[in-house]
């Protein structure tokens, strides 16, 4: 399977709307997608309103004093905190029954300590809306010090972007269970490449001119 891993919609800071995403995730081939707005399961609920031949995982893309972190697999968040515990949300997520990836790491190594300490499940090494592929080797070099298995995602925030990174899974069948298992087991593998050029420069600034909004403490 061929699943875009990190999507964002109009349901937190993304331009796309769900019908937009999934509908260009199927044009490009691809066989699932997770939709990972920030602190919101609103896009992936309005999901599952409609019929969609491909697999659409519940997700969501949470700040933490460590770095940004994606959720997979869970329909609800955690109990709000005034502060996102790196450590406390991978052991919640896991003793919830979901999947933790470390999300484009190669912006932010200053926190290489605790990860080692407490391992995310996989580590996003490509991520589309990277400014360099300078920061997909540093990512590569980050999962090879975690011994993590890797994955790439889109990080979509233009529906013309998402695909443009996904992650290869070799899994048995086509259900959450399923790609949780490959994935666990390091039947995964990233592929794609970044967005072009100007969709990256948009979306420098959209985080720029929102980051004081999803980077405050859920």
């Known amino acids: 399977m061929k699943i875009d891993l990190h999507v964002h919609t109009v349901h937190s800071d993304g331009s796309g709307t769900v019908r937009e995403v999934i509908e260009t995730a199927r044009a490009k081939g691809l066989d699932g997608l997770a939709i990972t707005d920030h602190a919101t399961l609103k896009g992936y609920f309005e999901a599952k309103q409609y019929f969609w031949k491909m697999l659409v995982l519940p997700g969501f893309e949470l700040s933490t004093d460590a770095g940004?972190?994606?959720?997979?697999?869970?329909?609800?968040?955690?109990?709000?905190?005034?502060l996102v515990?790196?450590?406390?949300?991978?052991?919640?997520?896991?003793?919830?029954g979901g999947l933790t990836i470390l999300a484009h790491p190669g912006l932010n190594t200053g926190k290489l300590?605790?990860?080692?300490?407490?391992?995310?499940?996989?580590?996003?090494?490509?991520?589309?809306?990277?400014p360099l592929t300078f920061?997909?080797?540093?990512g590569v070099k980050i999962a090879r010090?975690?011994?993590?298995?890797?994955?790439?995602?889109?990080d979509a925030h233009f529906p013309g972007s998402v695909g443009d990174a996904y992650t290869v899974v070799e899994?048995?069948?086509w259900g959450f269970e399923d790609f949780s298992r490959a994935l666990r087991n390091g039947r995964v593998a990233f592929n794609g490449r970044l967005s072009p050029l100007s969709s990256r420069v948009r979306i420098g600034f959209r985080y720029l001119a929102l980051r004081t909004v999803f980077q405050k403490p859920f």
Do not use: M
């Open 135 to 138: 920061f997909v080797n540093r």
């Open 145 to 154: 010090q975690l011994g993590a298995p890797t994955v790439g995602g889109s």
């Open 85 to 96: 515990n790196y450590e406390w949300l991978v052991e919640w997520a896991r003793g919830e």
């Open 113 to 130: 300590g605790r990860w080692t300490n407490c391992k995310t499940d996989a580590v996003e090494v490509l991520n589309a809306s990277y």
């Open 68 to 82: 940004h972190v994606l959720v997979i697999g869970l329909e609800h968040l955690p109990p709000r905190n005034n």
């Open 171 to 173: 899994a048995d069948g």
